[in-house]
């Protein structure tokens, strides 16, 4: 009887210890760190990236940063009168590629501790890091066009002017759309995002993909706005979307005919 009355005690107290163990379990996990919050980061990303466009042409009275492909000479002109609002130009791009990588870092481990561990993830982070290495590139060329000793040849102003466009355009938009798929497709095969949201991340990072182009095809620049607007819409949708912990998302359930349901919370 003794026996008996030891061996309950003792499955009792295992019982009790491994719930405990569990519920310490459970709780680390809703504990773990989620890193830094996607909307602020996405809202910031965005904010600046449009303050650089918007704002310098509002202090340049209207004129608009020349095209690589326009005339020579009126783009030479348009740095050597515009000094200020390049400036502004370059710094409000390299202050928006600060943000803009920590977001993808965030974003991607987000993934990952929802339990994604498709190479999606890293192809996601490496276009994230490459975008943001492009803008704070294309605003160092833009801060070199307002050195007025530089300014003095035509030739090296073309020169830096044609390397901003570059870094700038192609060079961010491409990279941009394989953030945008590398959060797109674990969000859409994992049920983390919104399937009409998934799928428009992958036409803009599809759209990204043929922007490739347009340093062989200078006709094909007008993807550049089409794809980077929509872009930094998405991205800030993405940002509110990407569930936090794996039980915010919902699950299929099973009923008893066999049919497939939704579960709500």
């Known amino acids: 009887m003794n026996d008996y009355m030891?061996?309950?005690?003792?499955?009792?107290?295992g019982t009790a210890a491994a719930e405990s163990q569990h519920s310490a379990s459970s709780a680390g996990s809703r504990r773990a760190?989620?890193?830094?919050?996607?909307?602020?980061?996405?809202?910031?990303?965005?904010?600046?990236?449009?303050?650089?466009?918007v704002l310098p042409t509002v202090i340049a009275g209207g004129a608009t940063y020349p095209s690589p492909f326009g005339d020579g000479d009126a783009i030479v002109a348009?740095?050597?009168?515009?000094?200020?609002?390049?400036?502004?130009t370059a710094l409000l791009q390299f202050a928006a590629s600060i943000p803009l990588v920590i977001f993808a870092a965030a974003a991607t481990t987000r993934l990952t501790q929802l339990g994604v561990r498709a190479p999606g993830v890293s192809i996601g982070f490496a276009g994230g890091i490459l975008a943001s290495v492009s803008m704070a590139m294309s605003a160092?060329?833009?801060w070199a066009l307002?050195?007025?000793?530089?300014?003095?040849?035509?030739?090296?102003v073309r020169l830096l002017h044609d390397l901003a466009f570059f870094t700038g355009g192609p060079g961010f938009v491409v990279p941009l759309g394989l953030l945008i798929a590398g959060l797109a497709v674990?969000?859409?095969?994992?049920g983390?995002?919104?399937?009409?949201h998934a799928w428009a991340g992958l036409v803009l990072a599809g759209l990204a993909m043929v922007a490739t182009l347009v340093v062989a095809i200078p006709e094909l620049a007008v993807l550049l706005p089409i794809v980077r607007f929509p872009s930094?819409?998405?991205?800030?949708?993405?940002?509110?979307?990407?569930?936090?912990?794996?039980?915010?998302?919902?699950?299929?359930?099973?009923?008893?005919?066999?049919?497939?349901?939704?579960?709500?919370?």
């Open 140 to 142: 160092g060329f833009s």
């Open 186 to 190: 674990p969000g859409l095969l994992a």
């Open 33 to 53: 760190p989620a890193g830094p919050p996607l909307p602020p980061l996405a809202i910031v990303v965005v904010a600046l990236s449009m303050a650089s466009i």
């Open 78 to 88: 348009y740095f050597r009168e515009h000094e200020l609002s390049v400036l502004i």
């Open 192 to 196: 983390l995002l919104p399937r009409w």
């Open 6 to 13: 030891n061996r309950t005690n003792d499955a009792a107290v």
């Open 232 to 265: 930094f819409a998405w991205i800030v949708l993405c940002a509110f979307l990407l569930p936090l912990r794996r039980t915010d998302v919902a699950r299929p359930v099973r009923t008893r005919s066999g049919a497939s349901a939704e579960s709500r919370s």
């Open 146 to 156: 307002t050195r007025p000793e530089l300014l003095e040849e035509p030739g090296i």
